[in-house]
């Protein structure tokens, strides 16, 4: 016998489109001719498939497919086990069969929505992917979707051709942890109906054209930014910065090759002032982390360049777990504290002062042996000299809890105790 896949591709070359339908090019007798070794597997894949597409014609492929899918985990005629079984040597799961062409509502995850849009997106089962564990779902925008988190209504049909143009709103689903449950609106009918409109069902009220607005409307648009001027166009594509470099090779061949060689001079007396690492010959077993520079223009509130600035840091995804770091875990402030320490300092009339710890980072003192490559464009010494690391750098997995150890450190020990 020939697998079946073969057969179904035998009945996709057999179907063509003419004005609108689907209609076979050759008879049941040239079938069998054509293929003598296995008529009754033809004919059987497409008598499903008859039945599928008696709710629309558009997707007929989807249609052979789903048959085909459906009838190798269907018993066969004068047999036992099914041809699934039969070829594979266990029972098919057939948990998962849904009824073609009905309603499906597709989940939509958080990263592809805003909170006040729908959560699932409504469309019409038309079969099972083939690569991943999954359902086909045709959207009102004619997209197949693959998604495994469907919910079906089977006793509701939807045809493809009846889809909205515009997304439909899914119906509420359960909604947990307090957030609020939004009904869907239903659309407004159109003013106009033209004279062949079908009439609604005996029984059915016919719905009313719509109202005169209850408001008026008004454009709405966003501020104008005062600050930043208002000579138009041309005057702020004249003040806007120059892209900033991603990598060395770019910082030295732009236009500001000057400025970023003086952020990097800068940088690089930061590491040295703070005897960040010591230039050593690479042991044999051992391994450097490759570092990278990265390039930032800090603007003011007008959008002027204040300072090109330069920051050295080390490639951690490079780190190796248990060899390069062990513990990277460290508690950061919440809003919380924030605000509850504002608001204190509201009540009693405080003053309130903040500081910035320039290159924080590396005042961390490092547990671990680490060595890094020399930096781009400051390479000195022989092809195997590296620098070894007697503090965190930024980049550096253990670099945050390293630097929470030395603030907590120096506050116990200007008397702040820990709670």
């Known amino acids: 016998m020939l697998p079946l896949h073969h057969h179904v591709a035998g009945t996709h070359s057999r179907l063509q489109t003419n004005t609108g ?9 040239d079938i069998r001719a054509y293929q003598p070794g296995s008529p009754r597997v033809s004919l059987g894949a497409l008598s499903p498939c008859h039945a599928l597409l008696f709710t629309s014609l558009t997707h007929w492929a989807e249609a052979v497919s ?53 959560r699932s997106v409504r469309g019409v089962m038309v079969g099972y992917s083939d690569t991943v564990k999954g359902y086909r779902i045709l959207l009102d925008n004619h997209y197949i979707e693959i998604s495994r988190d469907v919910i079906f209504n089977e006793h509701v049909g939807a045809a493809v051709q009846d889809l909205p143009t515009q997304a439909p709103t899914a119906p509420a689903l359960d909604i947990a942890d307090g ?18 409109a079908e009439a609604p069902p005996h029984g059915e009220p016919a719905e009313a054209p719509p109202g005169p607005a209850r408001y008026p409307t008004r454009d709405r648009r966003a501020p104008d930014q005062f600050w930043r001027g208002t000579q138009g166009r ?9 892209p900033e470099p991603a990598t060395y090779e770019e910082a030295m061949t732009c236009d500001h090759v000057a400025q970023w060689k003086e952020a990097m ?60 770091f062990d513990d990277v875990f460290a508690p950061v402030s919440k809003y919380a504290t924030l605000r ?18 320039k290159t924080a980072f590396l005042n961390g003192e490092l547990d671990e042996d680490l060595y890094v490559l020399q930096p781009p464009g400051y390479v000195t010494g022989s092809q195997r000299t590296a620098c070894h690391l007697r503090k965190a750098l930024y980049g550096l997995r253990q670099a945050p809890r390293q630097w929470h150890i030395c603030l907590k450190q120096a506050l116990e020990r200007c008397g702040f105790a820990a709670r």
């Open 265 to 324: 001079n800068e940088e690089m007396a930061s590491l040295e002032a703070n005897q960040t690492w010591v230039l050593e010959d690479l042991p044999v077993h051992a391994s450097a982390i490759p570092v990278m520079w990265i390039y930032k223009l800090k603007t003011d509130a007008a959008g002027q360049v204040e300072r090109y600035k330069a920051r050295l840091v080390a490639k951690g995804f490079k780190q190796r777990d248990g060899i390069d």
């Open 21 to 29: 339908s689907h209609q076979y090019t050759q008879s049941a007798q």
């Open 340 to 357: 509850a320490l504002l608001a204190i300092a509201a009540e009693q009339d405080l003053k309130v002062r903040q500081l910035d710890i």
């Open 66 to 118: 789903t048959a085909s899918y459906v009838r190798v985990r269907s018993p066969a005629p004068h047999k036992t086990k099914t041809p699934h079984e039969l070829f594979y040597g266990c029972k098919p799961d057939v948990s998962n069969l849904r009824v073609f062409g009905s309603t499906a509502y597709v989940f939509v995850p958080k990263t592809k929505r805003t909170k006040l849009e729908s």
């Open 179 to 196: 957030e609020v449950e939004l009904e869907a609106e239903a659309e407004p009918a159109p003013a106009e109906e033209p004279a062949d």
């Open 234 to 242: 041309a005057h702020h594509a004249c003040r806007e910065p120059a």
